[in-house]
Each structure stands twice: as structure tokens, then as C-alpha cells.
């Protein structure tokens, strides 16, 4: 495994490598870092395929834009960058707010990915009606609506030894100890303006009358016609799993798609079940090959 870069105008985003053959780009969610896919990325290598795990936009001093653009459109953008780099067509595998991204990135460009595996996160074409039916999910996604106050949410996560973001790993992922992988994720938030980037993400959710928001909210109207899989821990305390009753439609999902539900994993499943998801990710690899190398 090696470090590396990958960029997209004067943004440099540091990633994990490792691997030879199809490439399959791994993006992380909140709040964490690139280097918790370690595992995936060495299993997904000894398949027979190039792994790469970028940071997200923001999450490094030096893929953070001057513009302060973190809209999900911006995201996508990264992502169909990342993928030119790498070949023209690549496996995704997503988690948090990296399955929303290959969500709208697999809606807008499914010609670009072999294939799509989101964790933890379900489809998004639907959830808006959702909520409404699963009223717990109001409660659970709280936090979104205190991270839209000023100054507050910054303090409460940097506070000693950025507890609130332990205290998030804690919520979402129960009678779980994540060890080095929460320690992992607290190095990547300390680093200079990573806290404020993060946060904008969230943030940018609600700023509807951009136009990059209308861009991006156009896509969900739109069928998904890659291969997809949907991972969900069954204790996930950050996302229910009952909001897939209602936002798992077949027929939303033109080419496949499957659900997998991990008995006893919270919301970082990846890294609490590696070996079951992995089984998963590298299944669905298989059944998906095509013309993506490099």
C-alpha cells in the first residue's frame, strides 16, 4: 500500500493505494478519514484489482477550495475526475456521505462505474417521503440541524480531545470499541480547517436556492443503471435501518441491485464486520468485471 495523490485543478487530494487491475475508488464518510479503508484496500488488492481510497473534498489542508464550494455537486465532480484519472470507468464503493456522492455520481454518469456498493446509507431518491414514515429518523439526524448553527458545532467537536466526534462514533456505532480507527479519524479532523470543511458538507445541504444544489437534486430523479448493493448494520444508530422499506424501489436501480444487512454492526460496518463486508464488496466485484483497467 502507498500513499498518493490525486487531483483535480489546484486541489490535491492524498489517497491509499494498492493493487493492480480494475480500478476501484473507496470514498469515506463523516466523520472520518481515507486511512480506515486500510483493510478493504489491501483485500480488494489481493482480488486482483487497484484500490484507491481518496480523502474527501476538505478533508486535508490541501484539497480544501477557496471558493468554500462542499456541495454534493462539487463532490460528484471530484469523484468523475478521480475516475478520468484512473481509466475512464471504475468500481465505487461509498460509505456515509461517500455512498451519497456515488449515489448521484451513479445517476448522473452510470457509464463511468462498473459498479456501486453503499454503505450505510440508503437510497436517496426517496428519502425525503421517508422521513415521514420513519419519524425516529428525525430524531437521529439531529445532529444536521445543530451543525447548521455558527461557531457551536465546531467548539462542540474540538472540544478536549475532540470528544464529540468520539461521542458520534459512539451514538452510531454501539457497543463497538473503534480503537485506532476513531484515533485515525480524530488525527485527519485536528488538522488545520478539516472540522469547518466537514461541517460545511452538512451545511451546503441546506443552501437549496444554489444552483449547484438544483444541478445535483436533479440527479436524483433519475433511475440508477449501475450494478448496486446496499450494506446496512442492523444497530446503525445514524441512518434507520427501517428508511429502506420505503427508499429500496427495484425498479429505481435499472441494472440490480441487492440489500445486505449485517447482524450486529452499527454505522462504520466496514470497519466493525471487515470480513463479512469485504465478502460483499469483492463478491459483487466479480460479478461485475468489465473493461475498467487501467
Known amino acids: 500500500m502507498k500513499q498518493v495523490e490525486l487531483v483535480n485543478g489546484d486541489l490535491r487530494f492524498p489517497a491509499l493505494m494498492a493493487g493492480e487491475g480494475e480500478p476501484v475508488i473507496l470514498l469515506h464518510g463523516f466523520p472520518d478519514t481515507y486511512e480506515n479503508w486500510a483493510v478493504q484496500i489491501n483485500a480488494i488488492a489481493?482480488?486482483?484489482?487497484?484500490?484507491?481510497?481518496?480523502?474527501?473534498?476538505?478533508?486535508?489542508?490541501s484539497c480544501q477550495p477557496g471558493n468554500g464550494d462542499y456541495s454534493l455537486y462539487a463532490a460528484v465532480d471530484d469523484l468523475m475526475v478521480f475516475a478520468a484519472q484512473l481509466g475512464g470507468r471504475v468500481h465505487l464503493i461509498?460509505?456515509?456521505?461517500?455512498a451519497a456522492v456515488g449515489y448521484l455520481a451513479c445517476a448522473q454518469?452510470?457509464?463511468?462505474?462498473?459498479?456501486?456498493?453503499?454503505l450505510a446509507i440508503p437510497p436517496l431518491r426517496r428519502l425525503p417521503q421517508a422521513l415521514i414514515k420513519v419519524p425516529e429518523q428525525v430524531l437521529?439526524?439531529?445532529?444536521m440541524q445543530f451543525f447548521q448553527l455558527p461557531i457551536a458545532p465546531e467548539r462542540w467537536l474540538k472540544r478536549g480531545d475532540l470528544s464529540g466526534v468520539e461521542s458520534l462514533w459512539q451514538r452510531w456505532s454501539p457497543d463497538w470499541d473503534p480503537a485506532m480507527y476513531l484515533d485515525n479519524a480524530k488525527h485527519t479532523l485536528a488538522e488545520p480547517g478539516v472540522i469547518p470543511a466537514a461541517l460545511a458538507w452538512y451545511r451546503s445541504l441546506f443552501k437549496v436556492w444554489k444552483k449547484e444544489h438544483r444541478k445535483a437534486r436533479a440527479w436524483l430523479g433519475r433511475d440508477i443503471a449501475t450494478p448496486t448493493q446496499i450494506l446496512i448494520g442492523e444497530n446503525d444508530g445514524c441512518m434507520s435501518p427501517r428508511l429502506l422499506?420505503?427508499?429500496l424501489v427495484?425498479?429505481?436501480?435499472?441494472?440490480?441491485?441487492e440489500l445486505q444487512t449485517l447482524a450486529g454492526a452499527g454505522h462504520f460496518l466496514h470497519l466493525e464486520k471487515p470480513e463479512e463486508v469485504n465478502r460483499h464488496l469483492i463478491r459483487l466485484l466479480k460479478s461485475t468485471e468489465c473493461d475498467c483497467s487501467l
Do not use: N
Open 46 to 61: 489481493e482480488a486482483g484489482y487497484t484500490a484507491i481510497a481518496p480523502a474527501l473534498r476538505g478533508y486535508a489542508p
Open 94 to 98: 461509498g460509505h456515509d456521505w461517500g
Open 109 to 118: 454518469a452510470p457509464e463511468t462505474f462498473c459498479s456501486f456498493s453503499a
Open 140 to 143: 437521529l439526524s439531529g445532529y
Open 245 to 247: 422499506e420505503h427508499t
Open 250 to 257: 427495484e425498479s429505481d436501480f435499472t441494472a440490480g441491485v
